[in-house]
């Protein structure tokens, strides 16, 4: 079952903040985030695994609160280059190796001047 | 330089042909993946492969078919069973034992007429 993100779409002003929110169903082991542009492949974010860790580079941050099985990516001062669609991947804590990710629907990010 | 490469970029194909997507990576991988994505859907997976000669089945997998005889390769093969092959297909590697980071390829789009 795919991870449900929120919300569909947003957009923003240079300098203005965002936050994108995965939530899932199942129990999870961990939860990516990717950004894609148009006609471009996915290009990896950060991974959060179990422990409720937050990680960030730049100004682009997430969390995980394992016990709502909840991540948050929080985009901060957003530049126009922040643009695209970014996608939650999950990976259940019932998969053994690598299983491969369960992608949510996208969260659309447009940053206008 | 290190990558997947997937071809071809672009194709068109007739209703109730086979067609082939190729997928190489040279990053020493062992895992292997194929996503379907589709407008306001996301990314679907339909075949992974944790080593050579072995793959799995992902959620979408009816109509497709893979092998996997070479470390390097992951071909996946659109038969005429699928009932919706008009999509953007993504190829993606990792390396690690359980999902770590995913490097895709650039994409091949199909189009049946």
């Known amino acids: 079952q795919q991870p449900v993100q929120s919300p569909q779409a947003v957009i923003l002003r240079e300098g203005e903040d965002a936050v994108i929110n995965c939530s899932s169903s199942k129990a999870l082991y961990s939860v990516h985030w990717y950004r894609q542009k148009h006609g471009e492949a996915p290009v990896f974010l950060m991974i959060l695994l179990k422990g409720g860790e937050q990680k960030g580079h730049d100004k682009i941050s997430a969390s995980f609160n394992e016990k709502k099985q909840q991540s948050s990516l929080y985009l901060t001062a957003s530049q126009l280059s922040y643009s695209g669609t970014y996608f939650c991947g999950t990976e259940s804590q019932s998969g053994g190796g690598a299983d491969g990710l369960t992608f949510g629907k996208g969260t659309h990010l447009i940053i206008q001047p | 330089d290190g990558g997947i490469t997937q071809s071809p970029k672009y194709l068109f194909r007739k209703e109730g042909q086979n067609v082939t997507l190729s997928c190489e990576q040279n990053?020493?991988?062992?895992?292997m993946y194929w996503y379907r994505q589709d407008p306001g859907q996301g990314l679907r997976l339909i075949y992974y492969?944790?080593?050579?000669?072995?793959?799995q089945k992902g959620d979408i997998a009816e109509g497709y078919s893979v092998s996997r005889e070479k470390k390097e390769s992951f071909p996946l093969t659109v038969t005429s069973a699928q009932k919706n092959p008009t999509a953007f297909y993504l190829c993606?590697?990792?390396?690690?034992?359980?999902?770590?980071?995913?490097?895709f390829g650039e994409g091949s789009r199909l189009t049946v007429l």
């Open positions: 990053l020493n991988h062992d895992a």
């Open positions: 993606a590697s990792s390396p690690r034992q359980y999902t770590g980071e995913l490097f």
């Open positions: 492969s944790q080593i050579v000669n072995d793959f």
